[in-house]
């Protein structure tokens, strides 16, 4: 199969960040190759959604952790380069908790790399201090 270009690559990561408006997961699945390696990274006590998922039948976990966490209450695209293989975008990220009801405005940082049309890697940074604050208790 044919490489596709970098302006290919942003379409389909635009698309995927559309389908996530939508919370159509099934969409966002059929841009990954089977043997996706997703993560969303931290250093910090984790958030339900941290970790690595392995292959695309564990990536819905990401996404059902995450909404049962937090209610999204602004997700803006700022930045979005590309080569023919990676992609890299940063995102104004706004959410509420669902259990503390505490809020919380943040940089997303999102890496994903590209095989035969298809994302098989993903990586996502978040500022870990704040989402920590929105999930405690205190």
Do not use: C
């Not at 819905?60 to 995450?66: A, I, R």
Request: net charge negative; proline share 3%; no cysteine.
């Amino acid at each position: 199969m044919a490489q596709t270009s970098a302006s290919d690559n942003i379409k389909t990561v635009e698309s995927v960040y559309d389908a996530f408006g939508r919370g159509d997961v099934g969409f966002i699945l059929e841009q990954l190759t089977d043997d996706v390696d997703w993560a969303s990274v931290s250093e910090a006590a984790p958030a339900p959604w941290h970790g690595v998922k392995h292959g695309k039948a564990e990536v819905p976990d990401f996404f059902k952790e995450l909404a049962e966490a937090l209610t999204v209450t602004e997700f803006t695209p700022l930045a979005i380069a590309s080569n023919d293989t990676d992609v890299m975008a940063i995102i104004r990220f706004g959410a509420t908790s669902t259990r503390t009801g505490k809020s919380a405005v943040m940089e997303l940082h999102h890496w994903w790399r590209f095989r035969n049309g298809k994302i098989y890697h993903y990586r996502g940074t978040e500022d870990t201090a704040q989402t920590a604050q929105l999930l405690s208790e205190d």
